[in-house]
């Protein structure tokens, strides 16, 4: 897929995990076994996952549920899966603009 070119730039999950623009989702998640996606990013945590700095679980495992029900109707692809996904409801005066997801192994994306 990619040509062999000289690498311009690398972060890592670890760099985009002390940066804050990724979290580790079984540190969220309690007994949250090994899945495909094991990182999201602060964005789509945002839309409802994480209220008042709290894990909103039962929204997280419906993401995890939506995200595997993306996968499974698409196949199986190398690396990127795209799909739409029903935001949690939140009491909340901003509109979360996410109805997207993007999916790349091990991490979600908004």
Not at 21 to 42: D, E, H, M, Q, W
Not at 75 to 100: H, N
């Amino acid at each position: 897929m990619f040509d062999d070119a000289d690498l311009i730039f690398e972060y890592t999950i670890k760099e985009a995990v002390e940066d804050g623009i990724l979290v580790y989702l079984p540190k969220l998640i309690p007994g949250l076994s090994p899945r495909p996606f094991n990182y999201a990013t602060t964005n789509l945590l945002r839309c409802g996952y994480i209220v008042d700095s709290e894990a909103n679980i039962p929204a997280l495992r419906g993401l995890i549920s939506q995200a595997c029900e993306i996968m499974r109707r698409n196949g199986k692809a190398d690396w990127f899966y795209s799909g739409k996904i029903e935001l949690p409801m939140i009491k909340s005066k901003k509109l979360c603009p996410c109805t997207s997801l993007r999916l790349y192994p091990n991490i979600f994306s908004a």
